[in-house]
Protein backbone atom coordinates (compact mmCIF):
# COMPACT_ATOMS: atom_id res chain seq x y z
CA UNK A 1 0.00 0.00 0.00
CA UNK A 2 1.11 4.18 -0.63
CA UNK A 3 0.49 6.65 0.94
CA UNK A 4 0.01 10.30 -1.20
CA UNK A 5 1.39 13.43 1.14
CA UNK A 6 0.38 16.36 -0.23
CA UNK A 7 2.23 19.25 1.14
CA UNK A 8 5.17 16.72 2.15
CA UNK A 9 7.82 19.47 1.75
CA UNK A 10 6.53 21.40 4.24
CA UNK A 11 7.30 22.34 7.53
CA UNK A 12 4.71 19.63 8.98
CA UNK A 13 4.82 17.71 5.78
CA UNK A 14 8.62 16.70 5.65
CA UNK A 15 8.58 15.31 9.05
CA UNK A 16 5.76 13.37 7.93
CA UNK A 17 7.28 11.79 5.29
CA UNK A 18 10.88 11.57 7.15
CA UNK A 19 8.90 9.63 9.60
CA UNK A 20 6.64 7.20 6.84
CA UNK A 21 10.32 6.56 5.24
CA UNK A 22 11.71 5.59 8.67
CA UNK A 23 8.84 4.08 11.06
CA UNK A 24 6.66 2.28 8.12
CA UNK A 25 6.88 0.26 5.16
CA UNK A 26 4.48 2.55 3.29
CA UNK A 27 5.62 3.41 -0.52
CA UNK A 28 5.69 7.16 -0.05
CA UNK A 29 4.52 9.12 -2.71
CA UNK A 30 4.72 13.39 -1.99
CA UNK A 31 3.16 16.26 -4.10
CA UNK A 32 4.52 19.88 -3.47
CA UNK A 33 3.96 22.96 -5.41
CA UNK A 34 7.47 24.34 -3.34
CA UNK A 35 5.79 27.70 -3.08
CA UNK A 36 6.19 28.07 0.44
CA UNK A 37 8.00 24.25 0.63
CA UNK A 38 11.74 22.92 0.21
CA UNK A 39 12.87 20.38 -2.17
CA UNK A 40 15.71 19.74 0.03
CA UNK A 41 13.00 18.74 2.79
CA UNK A 42 11.73 16.10 1.53
CA UNK A 43 13.55 12.34 2.44
CA UNK A 44 14.94 11.04 -0.98
CA UNK A 45 13.21 7.59 -0.34
CA UNK A 46 10.10 9.22 -0.81
CA UNK A 47 8.94 9.78 -4.90
CA UNK A 48 8.61 13.43 -5.37
CA UNK A 49 6.40 15.61 -7.70
CA UNK A 50 6.55 19.25 -7.84
CA UNK A 51 2.57 20.64 -9.13
CA UNK A 52 -0.33 21.82 -7.00
CA UNK A 53 -2.67 19.38 -5.84
CA UNK A 54 -6.03 22.10 -7.84
CA UNK A 55 -4.65 21.00 -11.26
CA UNK A 56 -6.55 18.00 -11.82
CA UNK A 57 -5.18 16.81 -14.78
CA UNK A 58 -2.07 16.68 -13.03
CA UNK A 59 -3.06 14.97 -9.87
CA UNK A 60 -4.50 12.30 -12.11
CA UNK A 61 -1.55 11.56 -13.85
CA UNK A 62 0.03 11.05 -10.01
CA UNK A 63 -2.92 8.91 -9.06
CA UNK A 64 -2.66 6.92 -12.52
CA UNK A 65 1.38 6.50 -11.91
CA UNK A 66 0.81 5.32 -8.26
CA UNK A 67 -2.56 2.97 -8.58
CA UNK A 68 -1.24 1.36 -4.93
CA UNK A 69 -2.25 4.36 -3.18
CA UNK A 70 -5.23 4.33 -0.58
CA UNK A 71 -4.64 7.51 1.75
CA UNK A 72 -3.98 10.81 1.00
CA UNK A 73 -2.41 13.24 4.13
CA UNK A 74 -3.24 16.34 3.14
CA UNK A 75 -0.76 19.19 4.68
CA UNK A 76 -1.18 21.59 1.16
CA UNK A 77 -2.62 24.41 2.21
CA UNK A 78 -1.42 28.15 3.52
CA UNK A 79 -1.36 28.67 7.15
CA UNK A 80 -0.17 32.38 8.08
CA UNK A 81 -3.35 34.02 10.16
CA UNK A 82 -2.28 38.04 9.79
CA UNK A 83 -1.67 37.34 5.73
CA UNK A 84 -5.51 35.34 6.26
CA UNK A 85 -6.86 38.82 7.20
CA UNK A 86 -5.47 40.95 4.75
CA UNK A 87 -5.82 38.20 1.85
CA UNK A 88 -8.76 36.14 2.65
CA UNK A 89 -9.71 35.06 -1.16
CA UNK A 90 -6.11 33.54 -1.69
CA UNK A 91 -6.94 31.31 1.90
CA UNK A 92 -10.93 30.09 0.08
CA UNK A 93 -8.84 29.73 -3.23
CA UNK A 94 -6.04 27.39 -2.21
CA UNK A 95 -7.14 25.55 0.96
CA UNK A 96 -11.08 25.62 0.68
CA UNK A 97 -11.72 25.62 -3.30
CA UNK A 98 -8.33 23.18 -3.47
CA UNK A 99 -9.62 20.67 -1.39
CA UNK A 100 -13.08 20.36 -3.79
CA UNK A 101 -10.71 19.81 -6.18
CA UNK A 102 -8.87 17.29 -4.77
CA UNK A 103 -11.74 15.48 -3.76
CA UNK A 104 -13.49 15.35 -7.26
CA UNK A 105 -10.30 13.65 -8.52
CA UNK A 106 -9.93 11.62 -5.41
CA UNK A 107 -13.93 10.49 -6.32
CA UNK A 108 -13.09 10.07 -10.21
CA UNK A 109 -10.20 7.46 -8.98
CA UNK A 110 -11.44 5.74 -6.25
CA UNK A 111 -8.92 6.57 -3.24
CA UNK A 112 -11.12 6.61 0.08
CA UNK A 113 -9.25 7.72 2.64
CA UNK A 114 -7.75 11.29 3.74
CA UNK A 115 -6.19 12.59 6.66
CA UNK A 116 -6.05 16.10 6.62
CA UNK A 117 -4.60 19.09 8.73
CA UNK A 118 -7.37 20.98 10.42
CA UNK A 119 -6.18 23.27 13.53
CA UNK A 120 -7.33 25.05 16.53
CA UNK A 121 -8.27 28.37 15.07
CA UNK A 122 -11.37 26.79 13.70
CA UNK A 123 -12.10 27.22 17.61
CA UNK A 124 -12.10 30.78 17.77
CA UNK A 125 -12.12 32.40 20.93
CA UNK A 126 -12.99 29.14 23.04
CA UNK A 127 -15.53 29.09 25.48
CA UNK A 128 -13.64 26.80 28.20
CA UNK A 129 -10.34 25.31 28.56
CA UNK A 130 -9.63 22.86 27.80
CA UNK A 131 -11.01 22.73 24.03
CA UNK A 132 -12.50 19.17 23.15
CA UNK A 133 -13.42 18.16 19.90
CA UNK A 134 -17.81 18.80 20.70
CA UNK A 135 -17.03 22.83 21.62
CA UNK A 136 -18.08 25.47 19.51
CA UNK A 137 -16.17 26.01 16.16
CA UNK A 138 -16.64 29.94 15.22
CA UNK A 139 -13.68 30.83 13.57
CA UNK A 140 -12.41 34.62 14.17
CA UNK A 141 -10.07 34.63 11.02
CA UNK A 142 -10.03 33.47 7.40
CA UNK A 143 -8.02 30.55 8.03
CA UNK A 144 -9.58 29.17 10.19
CA UNK A 145 -12.98 29.28 8.58
CA UNK A 146 -11.38 27.97 4.95
CA UNK A 147 -9.89 24.95 7.58
CA UNK A 148 -13.38 25.10 9.25
CA UNK A 149 -15.57 24.61 5.54
CA UNK A 150 -12.47 22.28 4.89
CA UNK A 151 -14.35 19.80 6.95
CA UNK A 152 -18.01 20.61 6.55
CA UNK A 153 -17.05 20.22 3.29
CA UNK A 154 -15.34 16.38 4.00
CA UNK A 155 -18.58 15.84 5.76
CA UNK A 156 -20.84 16.18 2.93
CA UNK A 157 -18.53 14.16 0.15
CA UNK A 158 -18.45 11.79 3.03
CA UNK A 159 -22.06 11.14 3.40
CA UNK A 160 -22.42 11.45 -0.72
CA UNK A 161 -19.20 9.36 -1.73
CA UNK A 162 -18.07 7.35 0.66
CA UNK A 163 -14.96 9.51 1.17
CA UNK A 164 -13.90 8.85 4.89
CA UNK A 165 -11.96 11.62 6.69
CA UNK A 166 -10.01 12.21 9.87
CA UNK A 167 -9.41 16.18 10.55
CA UNK A 168 -6.48 16.58 13.12
CA UNK A 169 -7.34 19.52 14.64
CA UNK A 170 -3.24 20.98 15.40
CA UNK A 171 -2.27 23.17 18.02
CA UNK A 172 0.91 24.93 18.00
CA UNK A 173 3.27 23.01 16.21
CA UNK A 174 6.89 23.31 17.42
CA UNK A 175 10.29 21.37 17.07
CA UNK A 176 12.17 19.89 14.39
CA UNK A 177 13.69 16.35 13.55
CA UNK A 178 16.03 16.21 16.64
CA UNK A 179 19.11 15.51 14.78
CA UNK A 180 18.61 19.12 13.02
CA UNK A 181 18.73 17.65 9.59
CA UNK A 182 14.94 19.15 8.33
CA UNK A 183 13.17 21.61 10.37
CA UNK A 184 10.85 24.92 10.49
CA UNK A 185 12.29 27.39 7.77
CA UNK A 186 9.23 29.91 6.71
CA UNK A 187 9.58 33.49 5.15
CA UNK A 188 8.47 35.62 6.81
CA UNK A 189 9.23 33.98 10.22
CA UNK A 190 5.54 34.29 12.04
CA UNK A 191 5.85 31.90 14.88
CA UNK A 192 7.22 32.74 18.33
CA UNK A 193 9.95 29.72 19.08
CA UNK A 194 11.76 29.95 15.84
CA UNK A 195 11.91 33.74 16.37
CA UNK A 196 12.92 33.10 19.85
CA UNK A 197 15.67 30.99 18.47
CA UNK A 198 16.97 33.62 15.78
CA UNK A 199 17.40 36.24 18.43
CA UNK A 200 19.58 33.41 20.68
CA UNK A 201 21.30 33.08 17.27
CA UNK A 202 22.24 36.72 16.51
CA UNK A 203 19.77 36.91 13.86
CA UNK A 204 17.10 39.16 15.49
CA UNK A 205 18.31 41.71 18.19
CA UNK A 206 14.94 41.56 20.88
CA UNK A 207 12.38 39.51 20.91
CA UNK A 208 9.18 41.76 20.89
CA UNK A 209 5.92 39.73 23.44
CA UNK A 210 2.77 41.15 22.19
CA UNK A 211 1.05 41.77 25.45
CA UNK A 212 1.40 40.75 29.00
CA UNK A 213 -2.12 42.06 30.21
CA UNK A 214 -4.13 38.76 29.10
CA UNK A 215 -6.34 37.06 31.54
CA UNK A 216 -3.62 34.30 32.28
CA UNK A 217 -1.02 33.74 34.95
CA UNK A 218 1.65 35.68 33.73
CA UNK A 219 -0.12 37.91 31.61
CA UNK A 220 0.94 36.43 28.19
CA UNK A 221 -0.60 34.20 26.23
CA UNK A 222 -0.61 30.27 26.92
CA UNK A 223 -0.33 27.48 24.22
CA UNK A 224 0.00 24.21 23.62
CA UNK A 225 3.00 23.28 22.57
CA UNK A 226 3.30 19.62 20.05
CA UNK A 227 6.10 18.38 18.18
CA UNK A 228 6.02 17.51 14.28
CA UNK A 229 6.98 14.13 14.79
CA UNK A 230 4.02 13.04 17.19
CA UNK A 231 1.99 14.81 14.66
CA UNK A 232 3.40 13.08 12.57
CA UNK A 233 2.85 9.55 14.56
CA UNK A 234 -0.73 10.58 14.77
CA UNK A 235 -1.44 11.14 11.36
CA UNK A 236 0.11 7.17 10.51
CA UNK A 237 -2.37 5.94 13.35
CA UNK A 238 -5.41 7.83 11.55
CA UNK A 239 -4.33 6.27 8.21
CA UNK A 240 -4.69 3.31 10.08
CA UNK A 241 -8.22 4.04 11.82
CA UNK A 242 -9.11 5.03 8.19
CA UNK A 243 -8.30 1.30 6.63
CA UNK A 244 -9.72 -0.21 9.17
CA UNK A 245 -13.32 0.92 8.30
CA UNK A 246 -13.55 3.35 10.85
CA UNK A 247 -16.13 6.10 10.94
CA UNK A 248 -14.97 9.91 9.64
CA UNK A 249 -14.29 12.00 13.00
CA UNK A 250 -11.92 14.86 14.17
CA UNK A 251 -8.94 14.46 16.57
CA UNK A 252 -7.27 17.98 19.03
CA UNK A 253 -3.61 17.21 18.61
CA UNK A 254 -1.85 19.00 21.83
CA UNK A 255 0.37 17.90 24.50
CA UNK A 256 -2.79 19.16 26.82
CA UNK A 257 -0.31 21.28 28.55
CA UNK A 258 0.03 25.61 28.11
CA UNK A 259 3.05 27.13 28.32
CA UNK A 260 3.11 31.32 28.51
CA UNK A 261 4.69 33.29 26.10
CA UNK A 262 7.36 34.07 29.03
CA UNK A 263 8.21 30.45 29.82
CA UNK A 264 8.81 29.53 26.62
CA UNK A 265 11.42 32.41 26.47
CA UNK A 266 12.33 30.96 29.73
CA UNK A 267 12.48 27.50 28.22
CA UNK A 268 14.78 28.65 25.58
CA UNK A 269 16.97 30.34 27.47
CA UNK A 270 17.83 27.50 29.48
CA UNK A 271 17.95 25.48 26.76
CA UNK A 272 20.35 27.07 24.31
CA UNK A 273 22.37 28.81 27.42
CA UNK A 274 21.74 32.48 25.58
CA UNK A 275 20.58 35.63 27.28
CA UNK A 276 18.03 36.30 24.56
CA UNK A 277 16.81 40.03 24.61
CA UNK A 278 13.11 40.26 25.02
CA UNK A 279 10.53 43.03 25.27
CA UNK A 280 6.98 43.73 26.04
CA UNK A 281 5.16 44.95 23.12
CA UNK A 282 1.35 45.81 22.27
CA UNK A 283 -0.81 42.91 21.83
CA UNK A 284 -1.14 41.31 18.34
CA UNK A 285 -4.77 41.50 17.07
CA UNK A 286 -6.69 37.96 17.14
CA UNK A 287 -4.48 36.40 20.07
CA UNK A 288 -6.98 33.91 21.99
CA UNK A 289 -5.59 34.26 25.75
CA UNK A 290 -5.21 30.67 25.94
CA UNK A 291 -5.51 27.35 23.62
CA UNK A 292 -4.94 24.42 25.55
CA UNK A 293 -6.58 21.00 23.50
CA UNK A 294 -7.92 18.72 25.56
CA UNK A 295 -6.22 15.60 23.62
CA UNK A 296 -7.65 12.14 25.09
CA UNK A 297 -9.78 11.31 22.22
CA UNK A 298 -6.40 10.94 20.01
CA UNK A 299 -4.70 9.32 22.73
CA UNK A 300 -7.94 6.45 23.04
CA UNK A 301 -8.81 5.98 20.05
CA UNK A 302 -6.15 5.95 18.26
CA UNK A 303 -3.75 5.24 21.05
CA UNK A 304 -1.64 8.28 19.85
CA UNK A 305 1.08 8.35 22.78
CA UNK A 306 3.48 12.01 22.01
CA UNK A 307 6.95 11.15 23.04
CA UNK A 308 7.76 14.91 23.00
CA UNK A 309 5.93 15.03 26.22
CA UNK A 310 8.45 18.15 27.90
CA UNK A 311 9.04 21.68 26.59
CA UNK A 312 12.72 21.65 26.75
CA UNK A 313 13.16 18.58 24.32
CA UNK A 314 10.80 20.24 21.83
CA UNK A 315 12.95 23.54 22.13
CA UNK A 316 16.35 21.67 21.99
CA UNK A 317 14.85 19.80 18.69
CA UNK A 318 14.36 23.50 17.36
CA UNK A 319 17.41 24.67 18.38
CA UNK A 320 19.69 21.77 16.62
CA UNK A 321 17.92 22.76 13.20
CA UNK A 322 18.22 26.77 13.53
CA UNK A 323 21.81 26.42 14.27
CA UNK A 324 23.15 24.06 12.24
CA UNK A 325 20.99 25.74 9.74
CA UNK A 326 21.10 29.71 9.91
CA UNK A 327 19.98 30.30 6.89
CA UNK A 328 17.47 27.51 6.62
CA UNK A 329 17.33 25.19 3.69
CA UNK A 330 19.17 27.95 1.88
CA UNK A 331 16.99 28.35 -1.15
CA UNK A 332 15.18 31.61 -0.27
CA UNK A 333 12.69 32.19 -3.02
N1 LIG B 1 4.31 35.90 19.79
C1 LIG B 1 5.06 36.93 20.36
N2 LIG B 1 6.06 37.48 19.61
C2 LIG B 1 6.37 37.07 18.36
C3 LIG B 1 5.60 36.00 17.78
C4 LIG B 1 4.57 35.46 18.53
O1 LIG B 1 4.80 37.34 21.47
O2 LIG B 1 7.29 37.62 17.74
C5 LIG B 1 3.23 35.32 20.59
C6 LIG B 1 1.86 35.44 19.96
O3 LIG B 1 1.27 36.69 20.22
C7 LIG B 1 1.14 34.27 20.64
C8 LIG B 1 2.24 33.21 20.81
O4 LIG B 1 3.47 33.93 20.70
O5 LIG B 1 0.71 34.69 21.90
C9 LIG B 1 2.21 32.13 19.77
O6 LIG B 1 2.15 32.76 18.48
P1 LIG B 1 2.44 31.96 17.13
O7 LIG B 1 2.32 32.95 16.02
O8 LIG B 1 3.68 31.17 17.26
O9 LIG B 1 1.25 30.91 17.07
P2 LIG B 1 -0.34 31.15 17.13
O10 LIG B 1 -0.79 30.68 18.47
O11 LIG B 1 -0.74 32.51 16.73
O12 LIG B 1 -0.78 30.26 15.91
C10 LIG B 1 -0.87 28.88 15.97
C11 LIG B 1 -0.69 28.32 14.56
C12 LIG B 1 -1.79 28.80 13.65
C13 LIG B 1 -3.11 28.47 14.29
C14 LIG B 1 -3.19 29.02 15.68
C15 LIG B 1 -4.42 28.58 16.38
O13 LIG B 1 0.55 28.72 14.04
O14 LIG B 1 -1.69 28.15 12.42
O15 LIG B 1 -2.11 28.53 16.45
O16 LIG B 1 -4.99 29.69 16.97
F1 LIG B 1 -4.08 29.02 13.54
Redesign the pocket.
Known sequence: MAVLVLGGAGYIGSHMVDRLVNTTDEKVVVVDSLVTGHRAAVNPAAKFYQGDIADQDFMRTVFKENPDVDAVIHFAAY???AESMKKPLKYFDNNTAGMVKLLEVMNEVGVKNIVFSS???T?GIPEKMPIRETDPQKPI?P??ES?LMMEKIMHWSDLAYGIKFVALR?????GAKPDGSIGEDHNPE???????LQVAQGKRDV?????ND?NTPDG????DYVHPYDLADAHILAVKYLREGNESTAFNLGSSTGFS?LQ?LEAARRVTGKEIPAEM?P??P???DT?IAASDKARNVLGWKPQFDNIDKIIASAWAWHSSHPEGYGDRK
Open positions: SLVTAAYNYGKYFNVATHLLPIVLKIFGYTNVRNIARRGDPL
